[in-house]
Each structure stands twice: as C-alpha cells, then as structure tokens.
C-alpha cells in the first residue's frame, strides 16, 4: 500500500548529451538511467505486490569489499570481460525498437537543459 508520507513520482525524459556535473546532480535527485533514458519512481512492481523504491548511492571512497564478495572475486577470476560495439540480431526486437511512435524515440538534439518529462 502507498506509504501517505511519501509522494508518487513516474517520470522520465530523454538526453543524449549529460556533463558529469549533471549526470551527478541527476543521480542525486534518485534519477536512473539506461543510455539516453532518465527515469525515476517511488513505487514498483515485485511478483504480484507494489513496493516503495528508494533509490541508493555508495560511495565508492568509503566502500570495501565484504567476506563474501571477495571469496566470489576470487572464485570468479578466470571470467574476462569483452567490451565490443553492440550488435542487434534478433529482428523482433529491433522491429520494437523502431516500430515506436515518433514521440517517444529519442532525437539527436536531446539534452538535459531541454528535457521534456513525461509522466
């Protein structure tokens, strides 16, 4: 149930140019984001219950890695990481990609200074 101190929040927008100043002010305010879409919530779905989302920074100068986190490190160092340009192969899903209305693709001119939130 809707906690009655907490407000609702759905909102998103679109930036394909954010300065790390922004970015960090962004993140600040609960904002996440998936390459050019920002968004933010207070509430989600889990299974079949609504929950609250509290959006969560570490500092990374304070952190140190548990017991259990470095024993899987460990365990885990024949993995390696590739990093190459993306390659879409399933055509459903590009055909979802580009099959969305004008309105919601994002365009190239997009930046955070001329955001238009939506929700």
Same mark, same amino acid.
């Given at each position: 149930?809707? =906690?009655? &101190?907490?407000?609702?929040?759905? +909102? +998103?927008?679109?930036?394909?140019?954010?300065?790390?100043? +922004?970015? &960090?002010?962004? *993140?600040?305010?609960?904002? !996440?984001?998936?390459?050019?879409?920002? /968004?933010?919530?207070?509430?989600? /779905?889990?299974?079949?219950?609504?929950?609250?989302?509290?959006?969560?920074?570490?500092?990374?100068? #304070?952190?140190?890695?548990? #017991?259990? @986190?470095?024993?899987? *490190? #460990?365990?885990?160092? =024949?993995?390696?990481?590739?990093?190459?340009?993306?390659?879409?192969? =399933?055509? #459903? /899903?590009?055909?979802?990609?580009?099959? @969305?209305?004008?309105?919601? !693709?994002?365009?190239?001119? &997009?930046?955070?200074?001329?955001? +238009?939130?939506?929700?």
């Amino acid at each position: 149930m809707l =906690d009655s &101190d907490v407000s609702f929040i759905n +909102q +998103q927008f679109f930036a394909s140019s954010v300065t790390p100043r +922004q970015i &960090d002010t962004l *993140l600040e305010q609960g904002w !996440r984001h998936f390459g050019i879409h920002f /968004f933010r919530y207070s509430y989600g /779905f889990y299974e079949l219950d609504v929950r609250r989302v509290i959006p969560l920074r570490v500092s990374l100068n #304070k952190f140190s890695l548990s #017991k259990s @986190q470095r024993r899987t *490190l #460990k365990k885990n160092l =024949d993995l390696r990481t590739v990093v190459r340009p993306i390659e879409i192969t =399933d055509p #459903k /899903f590009l055909a979802g990609v580009m099959g @969305q209305p004008a309105a919601v !693709r994002p365009g190239a001119g &997009d930046t955070v200074e001329n955001l +238009q939130v939506i929700g």
